[in-house]
Antibody, heavy 121, light 108 residues
Framework: EVQLAESGGGLGQPGGSLRLSCAAS????????MNWVRQAPGKGLEWVAY????????KYAESVKGRFNISRDNAQNSVSLQMNSLRAEDTALYYCAREAAVGATGFFDYWGQGALVTVSS | SYVLTQPPSVSVAPGQTARITCGGN??????VHWYQQKPGQAPLLVVYDNSDRPSGIPERFSGSNPGNTATLTISRVEAGDEADYFC???????????FGGGTKLTVL
């Protein structure tokens, strides 16, 4: 059974840092690209970051570029999101999502339950 | 940046057909994916690549993408289908994932 379990959420100070982790199990982790998607309270989904299966290519939404860093540890079957220079608008539930693909189109076939990040002084 | 437009809400009586649209420039040239999200739950993939269903998703859920509007169709709507629905594409010009704003489906 595919499982994704986020951890590391909590209260962060404006300008501060937090690190999220996602532990993956039930599938061959090295065969899949991974993403982080967030959802502000009462709002829609916003894609945050992507990392390829080997960790050699990353992409970021403009709203987090230069502040957030996605990485993965294929030996530990985990993906992380280092969040720096936090802003109030980063407050959201952060989901880890596995990316599957059909041809050139990728989609998110499994999601974790999310980690809540609150940025406030 | 690429924008996907969904109606904020759709209402339908049980047993009827719900159609949720997702509009975008030349969206017919893209693969569109749909997610269902119930309160307090993570999103669930219900349609991928315009019209394919993951295993375990009822045949009542179907998708199409013939032109400038992609549509998620839910036939024989049940009370348990009440949820938010989001469309998703990949925008090649920005190389970014884009989500629609979401549609709240209410079963009357």
């Amino acid at each position: 059974e595919v499982q994704l379990a986020e951890s590391g959420g909590g209260l962060g100070q404006p300008g501060g840092s937090l690190r999220l982790s996602c532990a993956a199990s039930g599938f061959i982790f090295t065969e899949y690209e991974m993403n982080w998607v967030r959802q502000a309270p009462g709002k829609g989904l916003e894609w945050v970051a992507y990392i390829n299966s080997r960790g050699t290519m990353v992409k970021y939404a403009e709203s987090v570029k230069g502040r957030f860093n996605i990485s993965r540890d294929n030996a530990q079957n985990s993906v992380s999101l280092q969040m720096n220079s936090l802003r109030a608008e980063d407050t959201a539930l952060y989901y880890c999502a596995r990316e599957a693909a059909v041809g050139a189109t990728g989609f998110f076939d499994y999601w974790g339950q999310g980690a809540l990040v609150t940025v406030s002084s | 940046s690429y924008v996907l437009t969904q109606p904020p809400s759709v209402s339908v009586a049980p047993g009827q057909t719900a159609r949720i649209t997702c509009g975008g420039n030349n969206i017919g040239s893209k693969g569109v994916h749909w997610y269902q999200q119930k309160p307090g739950q993570a999103p669930l993939l219900v349609v991928y690549d315009n019209s394919d269903r993951p295993s375990g998703i009822p045949e009542r859920f179907s998708g199409s993408n013939p032109g400038n509007t992609a549509t998620l169709t839910i036939s024989r709507v049940e009370a348990g289908d009440e949820a938010d629905y989001f469309c998703h594409v990949w925008d090649e010009s920005s190389d970014h994932v884009v989500f629609g704003g979401g549609t709240k489906l209410t079963v009357l």
